[in-house]
């Protein structure tokens, strides 16, 4: 079992920037890739981004590219994303995930708890 600590959603303005944060509570030995996901009310668990377990590889929706960035320090086993230039369709609770790099929820085994991100406009 792998839990996680997530932080640095918040009320922004559209236009402002956020970094997210999920910290592992505890180093594990598996080589996991992770994942930042996102669900608005109403709508299905959206994915936004993916990392390799070496951060090598990245992966990113349409809706966010070249505005978000992931990233990812194993020694802090921690994984970061960067959002920048937020818009209202931004808003959403944001949950970091581990498991097989990939876009599809299920590929993941391993869930924070969410943080709320809102975008005013």
């Known amino acids: 079992q792998v839990q996680f600590v997530e932080s640095g959603g918040g009320n922004v303005q559209a236009g402002d920037s956020l970094r997210l944060s999920c910290a592992a509570r505890?180093?594990?030995?598996?080589?996991?890739?992770m994942g930042w996901f996102r669900q608005a009310p109403g709508n299905e668990r959206e994915f936004v981004a993916s990392i390799s377990w070496s951060g090598g590889r990245t992966y990113y929706s349409d809706s966010v590219k070249g505005r978000f960035t992931i990233s990812r320090d194993n020694a802090k086993n921690t994984v970061y994303l960067q959002m920048n230039s937020l818009k209202p369709e931004d808003t959403a609770v944001y949950y970091c995930a581990a498991g097989s790099v990939g876009a599809v929820p299920t590929n993941y085994a391993y869930w924070g708890q969410g943080t709320q991100v809102t975008v005013s406009s």
């Open positions: 505890e180093r594990t030995s598996t080589t996991y890739s």
